[in-house]
T-cell receptor, first 118, second 113 residues
Framework: EPEVTQTPSHQVTQMGQEVILRCVPI?????FYWYRQILGQKVEFLVS????????KSEIFDDQFSVERPDGSNFTLKIRSTKLEDSAMYFC????????????????FGEGSWLTVV | DQQVKQNSPSLSVQEGRISILNCDYT??????FLWYKKYPAEGPTFLIS???IKDKNEDGRFTVFLNKSAKHLSLHIVPSQPGDSAVYFC????????????WGLGTSLAVNP
């Protein structure tokens, strides 16, 4: 079964450093997402990306964050000047369609990248 | 602001018995609900969903019930199997939004052999 892959699985970085999390979405999918889950908290939507531009973003996704699809396969999340509170599991996801309504219109998540900011 | 609430952080059930996972919501504009399952070191995977125009949706061992007046939904797993041990997330979509999922905190289910 096709899957979303993420690298690295775990990264430790110093506060103030830049981090790039990488994702390879499922090949025929057109919509890409980043979510995060801070330890003990709920999964939170960060951003959705379609047709080479951000289609929606949450209030969490401020100027510190950016996303890019540098080539035909990768989808990256960049966090500039990381803060302690950025420590979380970051999930990349993709979907074929832009709606999750209907059992066949589902979103597929990667295994997550655990970011620890020290 | 916890719009989707899963008040039981954990649940333990004997193999073969029914598992009932509960979810409450506060936003009356939610009109579509989804359940995801998550194993350790994996991302969430879609399990089952229900539209607010229905009160029940069934898929094999999994059934989701929706009580709109109570703003409550539940996921029933019958019979429960050890492989069902995972964290189950309830999520919701607002009317007019097709993909911005609002998540609950999750319930960790342990099915004991």
């Amino acid at each position: 079964e096709p899957e979303v892959t993420q690298t690295p699985s775990h990264q430790v970085t110093q506060m103030g450093q830049e981090v790039i999390l990488r994702c390879v979405p499922i090949s025929n999918h057109l919509y890409f997402y980043w979510y995060r889950q801070i330890l003990g908290q709920k999964v939170e939507f960060l951003v959705s990306f379609y047709n080479n531009e951000i289609s929606e973003k949450s209030e969490i996704f401020d100027d510190q964050f950016s996303v890019e699809r540098p080539d035909g396969s990768n989808f990256t999340l960049k966090i500039r000047s990381t803060k302690l509170e950025d420590s979380a599991m970051y999930f990349c996801a993709s979907s074929e369609r832009g709606s999750f309504r209907g059992a066949s219109n589902t979103i597929y998540f990667g295994e997550g990248s655990w970011l620890t900011v020290v | 602001d916890q719009q989707v609430k899963q008040n039981s952080p954990s649940l333990s059930v004997q193999e073969g018995r029914i598992s009932i996972l509960n979810c409450d919501y506060t936003n009356s504009m939610f009109d579509y609900f989804l359940w995801y399952k998550k194993y350790p070191a994996e991302g969430p995977t879609f399990l089952i969903s229900i539209s607010s125009i229905k009160d029940k949706n069934e898929d094999g061992r999994f059934t989701v019930f929706l009580n709109k007046s109570a703003k409550h939904l539940s996921l029933h797993i019958v019979p429960s199997q050890p492989g069902d041990s995972a964290v189950y997330f309830c999520a919701a979509l607002n009317a007019g939004n097709n993909r911005k999922l609002i998540w609950g905190l999750g319930t960790s289910l342990a099915v004991n052999p």
